[in-house]
């Protein structure tokens, strides 16, 4: 089982739908747990931090599911800009990449 | 101007050729990182160093070499460059605590081929 999984996608959606990002990741020892976004030939950012108790940043939402070694990104009401890849990361000794989900906003 | 720049942002070579890439910081970070991203390999860590005097390998070290001359400065060496080196190159830089990472502020990237 790969240390991090996630569905590679592409995931094509209107504007305004809501999609949901799955992750799972294998080390139960792992600690901090983020999503990074990635637009073309760009360096990674983070979008955010996600805590067991689940967290939201305006039309996102981070859920983790630390016995399920589980984590997922919801987006709402999508925005064109929102087309981007989405890389769910997981720290233990150092942070572990997942391959990313591409998603694609069209008008 | 950016905390984390990277020289050269694109850089063709070719096979035997030693190179150097460099990474310098703004952002005061004691941590900072080289991953090369593949396509469909998603981002892999070469080397990583927590501090001026601390360096250790990643998961693809091999090939590789590292030189952290300062706080800011952290550059990665291919010392004899073959085809499959051929990668996307990210440098990154984080402050942390002993367990836990924070957020990781990554550079533009340099576009290496090797002929």
């Known amino acids: 089982r790969k240390e991090v999984e996630q569905d590679p996608g592409p995931f094509n959606v209107p504007e305004g739908a809501t999609v949901a990002f799955n992750c799972t990741y294998s080390?139960?020892?792992?600690?901090?747990f983020f999503w990074y976004r990635q637009d073309c030939r760009k360096e990674p950012k983070l979008l955010m931090s996600?805590?067991?108790s689940g967290n939201e940043d305006g039309r996102f939402t981070a859920q983790l599911n630390r016995a399920s070694q589980y984590i997922s990104l919801l987006i709402r009401d999508s925005k064109l800009s929102d087309s981007a890849t989405y890389l769910c990361?997981?720290?233990?000794?150092?942070?572990?990449f997942g391959k990313g989900t591409m998603l694609l906003v069209s008008p | 101007d950016a905390d984390v720049t990277q020289t050269p942002r694109n850089r063709i070579t070719k096979t035997g050729k030693r190179i150097m890439l460099e990474c310098s910081q703004t952002?005061?970070?004691?941590?900072m990182y080289w991953y090369r991203q593949d396509p469909g390999l998603g981002l892999r860590l070469i080397y990583y160093?927590?501090?001026?005097?601390?360096?250790n390998k990643g998961e693809i070290s091999d090939g590789y070499s590292v030189s952290r001359q300062a706080q800011a400065k952290f550059s990665l060496s291919l010392e004899s460059a073959i085809p499959n080196q051929t990668a996307l190159y990210f440098c990154?830089?984080?402050?942390?605590?002993?367990?836990?990472?924070?957020?990781?502020?990554f550079g533009p990237g340099t576009r290496l081929t090797v002929l």
């Open positions: 160093s927590f501090d001026v005097k601390d360096i």
């Open positions: 996600v805590y067991s």
């Open positions: 990361v997981v720290s233990h000794s150092t942070l572990t």
């Open positions: 990154a830089t984080s402050t942390g605590g002993a367990t836990i990472y924070n957020e990781q502020f």
């Open positions: 080390n139960s020892a792992s600690q901090s």
């Open positions: 952002k005061g970070h004691d941590r």
